[in-house]
């Protein structure tokens, strides 16, 4: 079996990269990306009490930007967020992640 290896010793994504992140992004990929304060704004929040700002969001228009949202954040030590409808009532979909959001 092959052991992972990780770029980051603290499995932290570093915030002075974002826009460096987002720029590789908009480069890669045909969909939105959406690194604004109002869009991440929107996303911080589920039906809980919590609320976590996340890092930026991706609307993806085809598949391949789904993969290379992935690829990108791996590269950056960035985290994913996956969230469906923002209904929980934990706070599971709250999180300083990239958030690929479905249209």
Known sequence: ???LK???SDGLFDQRK???L???LKKRIRGEVRFDNGSRAI???DASNYRQVPIGVVIPKVVDD?????EIARRFGAPILARGGGTSLAGQCCNAGIVPRRQ
């Open 1 to 3: 079996m092959r052991e």
């Open 6 to 8: 990780f770029d980051k």
């Open 18 to 20: 974002t826009d460096d």
């Open 22 to 24: 987002a720029a590789a």
């Open 43 to 45: 996303y911080s929040t």
């Open 66 to 70: 789904v993969l290379e949202t992935l």
